[in-house]
């Protein structure tokens, strides 16, 4: 599809304020992402930025929607994992572990394929078959010597399954190991270790004094003057149309055309066919981890099943819309940021 160079430079601000704003204001990310298809809607980098921010904003169904048309119109499917978890939030867990038994292993990236494993597991403890999930995620990259984030993600989520079948002290260690893993603190592991030891931590201990180094107004060390997230905000929303709040999510107005409808999956699961696939879908993605993973010993079930398979929200996102599509094609002119973009709604009809 060929844009118009002024339409190409309106949808390259609006995607790059929706990966500005996907981690501290999803709704208001959304909201650029839906003004952005409204201008190109058969840019297939537009349907993945509104499709992720509609999961970071909880809106699943557009989620759905937005990201099976993503994988339609590239014939790629880097975003099964949150597919998946989408599913799960529907109440349909069952779904979920048919997208992983489905998986094309030879088109997974080792990343994607443990994130669509956890999320798997996840659903298998969703289901009541916590020994299931556990056995899900005793693969040989728990003991990978990898730095890569999902090294501690992996060991989380199965420290977190054995937590859930009374598992305690197997539980404490792979959530000890997960912390030493996450450099990049995308898990709680270290808190939920503390937890594990009966430390209680006062979160106003901490939140007595600023950050000195979060003060509004203060100078960066290339001479601008970082505003914070708030000054970002009031430079994105611009000139609001009335009765609308800026925060307020769009409503879904994707063409019921690009999505696929959903399909009825089989609820039942075996198992050892399960492991099967879990072998094929982690081992193909990547090389295998230096070191052979040896199972720990079972036992038995106890604990009520967790809500998710880990405690944060969702499939770790490697890129936000503006890693993807920021860009707009290298439409967006230089100089030019979201800031002169307005609001999601202005000038777009």
């Known amino acids: 599809m060929s844009l118009t160079k002024p339409v190409a430079d309106r949808v390259a601000r609006h995607l790059v304020a929706t990966g500005r704003l996907i981690d501290e204001d999803p709704a208001l990310a959304l909201e650029h992402a839906v003004a952005a298809r409204r201008l190109a809607a058969r840019?297939?980098?537009?349907?993945?930025?509104?499709?992720?921010?509609?999961?970071?904003?909880g809106e699943w169904q557009t989620a759905l929607t937005e990201l099976r048309t993503y994988h339609r119109m590239t014939g790629r499917q880097p975003h099964l994992a949150v597919l998946a978890d989408c599913e799960r939030a529907l109440g349909?867990?069952?779904?979920?572990?048919?997208?992983?038994?489905?998986?094309?292993?030879?088109?997974?990236?080792?990343?994607?394929?443990i994130e669509l494993l956890?999320?798997?597991?996840?659903?298998?403890?969703?289901?009541?078959?916590?020994?299931?999930?556990?056995?899900?995620?005793?693969?040989?990259?728990?003991?990978?010597?990898?730095?890569?984030?999902?090294?501690?993600?992996?060991?989380?989520?199965?420290?977190?399954?054995?937590?859930?079948?009374?598992?305690?002290?197997?539980?404490?260690?792979?959530?000890?190991?997960?912390?030493?893993?996450?450099?990049?603190?995308?898990?709680?592991?270290?808190?939920?270790?503390?937890?594990?030891?009966?430390?209680?931590?006062?979160?106003?201990?901490?939140?007595?004094?600023?950050?000195?180094?979060?003060a509004g107004g203060e100078a960066t060390p290339n001479g601008d003057v970082s505003s914070g997230p708030a000054g970002e905000r009031?430079?994105?929303?611009?000139?609001?149309?009335?009765?609308?709040?800026?925060?307020?999510?769009?409503?879904?107005?994707?063409?019921?055309?690009d999505g696929e409808p959903d399909a009825e999956v089989p609820a039942g699961a075996d198992d050892e066919s399960d492991r099967d696939l879990r072998s094929d879908v982690v081992d193909r993605a990547g090389d295998p981890a230096d070191t052979a993973m040896t199972a720990p010993d079972e036992g038995p079930a106890a604990a009520e099943p967790t809500e998710t398979a880990t405690r944060s929200s969702g499939p770790k996102a490697d890129a936000t819309p503006a890693q993807t599509v920021g860009g707009a094609e290298d439409r967006n002119p230089g100089g030019q940021g979201s800031e002169d973009v307005g609001s999601p709604d202005q000038g777009d009809s």
């Open 92 to 113: 349909r867990p069952e779904r979920a572990i048919d997208l992983y038994r489905g998986a094309d292993s030879a088109s997974l990236d080792k990343a994607a394929a």
């Open 118 to 214: 956890i999320v798997a597991a996840g659903a298998r403890a969703d289901l009541g078959q916590r020994d299931a999930a556990v056995a899900m995620l005793q693969v040989r990259e728990l003991t990978a010597t990898s730095a890569e984030p999902w090294v501690a993600r992996l060991r989380y989520a199965y420290a977190d399954a054995l937590l859930a079948t009374g598992r305690q002290e197997e539980a404490r260690e792979w959530f000890a190991r997960a912390a030493d893993a996450d450099e990049l603190g995308d898990t709680d592991a270290a808190e939920r270790l503390l937890e594990l030891d009966g430390v209680v931590l006062e979160e106003d201990e901490f939140d007595d004094e600023p950050d000195p180094d979060e």
């Open 43 to 57: 840019i297939a980098a537009v349907r993945e930025a509104v499709g992720l921010a509609a999961y970071r904003a």
């Open 234 to 257: 009031t430079a994105l929303d611009g000139d609001q149309p009335d009765g609308e709040a800026p925060g307020r999510p769009a409503e879904p107005d994707a063409d019921r055309s």
